[in-house]
């Protein structure tokens, strides 16, 4: 007797009534493992540190600038024997790559804005871009461990030499340096009053009262930012 007809075969894999995976539980491991590859590429954007900004690339090339003038200097400085003196010979040493026209005493053009032919008279850095550079050297000299009382770019004798580079280049350019001044901000306020109702009114009593808060325009003063490099 044929008991074949009868009997159960073993279970195929292939069928969807099977005990393999199915195509759901598959889709979602592969969900899960995306969404866990996501949160790890985010943390190690987030750490990579932020470039930097335009400012602080200028301020580690002219310290570097700096450095380099001590070292070809003769005698050789040291940072920690520069002073305000040698500072100023910095600027000065600088004038050689100025691009901007200086005009002498005797120049047909002296005081003259805007000169109608060319002359003789030298490039010289400008007076904004000296005061700027100074700006950048004293703030990466004390970031690069030098005290504050003894930072080189904030002697007096700098600050002299800063001020007659102005003057002598606002004379003999014909262009007044002038200090930016800021518009004081006002804050204008309305007053308000409030009625508050006081109980029944008695005979020709006023139960009204009347009160308000006068607010004044309130204005602040903020202290001029560092002059900016102007490059003509």
């Known amino acids: 007797m044929d008991s074949a007809s009868g009997g159960t075969g073993p279970p195929d894999p292939n069928t969807s009534g099977g005990e393999g995976p199915s195509s759901a539980a598959t889709g979602s491991i592969a969900a899960a493992a995306a969404g866990a590859v996501v949160p790890a590429a985010a943390a190690e954007a987030s750490s990579s540190p932020a470039p930097p900004s335009r400012y602080e690339s200028q301020k580690r090339r002219d310290w570097n600038t700096f450095l380099q003038y001590l070292k070809n200097h003769k005698p050789p400085l040291t940072l920690a024997r520069c002073s305000g003196a040698h500072v100023i010979e910095f600027l000065k040493y600088l004038d050689q790559f100025g691009k901007t026209k200086v005009h002498a005493a005797g120049c047909p053009y002296f005081g003259h804005p805007n000169p109608p032919a060319p002359c003789a008279c030298p490039l010289k850095q400008a007076w904004g871009s000296l005061d700027a550079l100074i700006g950048r050297l004293r703030a990466a000299y004390e970031e690069n461990g030098g005290r504050p009382e003894s930072n080189p770019f904030?002697?007096?004798?700098?600050?002299?030499?800063?001020?007659?580079?102005?003057?002598?280049?606002?004379?003999?350019?014909?262009?007044?340096?002038?200090?930016?001044?800021?518009?004081?901000?006002?804050?204008?306020?309305?007053?308000?009053?409030?009625?508050?109702?006081?109980?029944?009114?008695?005979?020709?009593?006023?139960?009204?009262?009347?009160?308000?808060?006068?607010?004044?325009?309130?204005?602040?003063?903020?202290?001029?930012?560092?002059?900016?490099?102007t490059a003509v």
């Open 154 to 229: 904030g002697a007096r004798a700098v600050r002299i030499y800063l001020r007659e580079v102005r003057e002598s280049q606002a004379k003999a350019r014909g262009i007044p340096y002038e200090k930016k001044k800021r518009k004081r901000p006002t804050v204008t306020a309305t007053a308000v009053v409030g009625n508050v109702s006081a109980g029944p009114s008695q005979g020709g009593g006023d139960g009204d009262v009347g009160g308000g808060d006068g607010g004044g325009g309130s204005s602040t003063t903020a202290a001029d930012a560092a002059t900016t490099s």
